[in-house]
Nanobody, 124 residues
Framework: QVQLAESGGGLVQAGGSLRLSCSAS????????MGWFRQAPGKEREFGAT????????IYADSVKGRFTISRDNAKNTVYLQMSSLKPEDTAVYYC?????????????????WGQGTQVTVSS
């Protein structure tokens, strides 16, 4: 069983930055790809970014490419999402998730474990 806990959300002005963290419990973190997804009010949850188990491979949604950076520290069982140049449309609840495979994947169905989410609000 893997438990995930996100932190770092909050209110920020457009153009600002935030760094989200996701701490994982359990022995399989270093063998799992990790992902960040988000869900805006009234919308379905969508993929944001993913990183392979080793950290060598990352994939981003077009909507965040060039602005967000995903990284991980396997020694600390933590995955990060550095968000810059934030826009009001980035407002959402952000979830981290652990995949059942080592390879980075944007497919939500490949993720078995999910955190509770952290709210990010970007004001214009």
């Amino acid at each position: 069983q893997v438990q995930l806990a996100e932190s770092g959300g909050g209110l920020v002005q457009a153009g600002g930055s935030l760094r989200l963290s996701c701490s994982a419990s359990g022995p399989t973190f270093s063998n799992s790809a990790m992902g960040w997804f988000r869900q805006a009010p009234g919308k379905e949850r969508e993929f944001g970014a993913t990183i392979s188990a080793s950290g060598a491979i990352t994939i981003y949604a077009d909507s965040v490419k060039g602005r967000f950076t995903i990284s991980r520290d396997n020694a600390k069982n933590t995955v990060y999402l550095q968000m810059s140049s934030l826009k009001p449309e980035d407002t959402a609840v952000y979830y981290c998730a652990a995949a059942r495979q080592r390879g980075a994947t944007p497919r939500e169905s490949m993720y078995d474990y999910w955190g509770q989410g952290t709210q990010v609000t970007v004001s214009s």
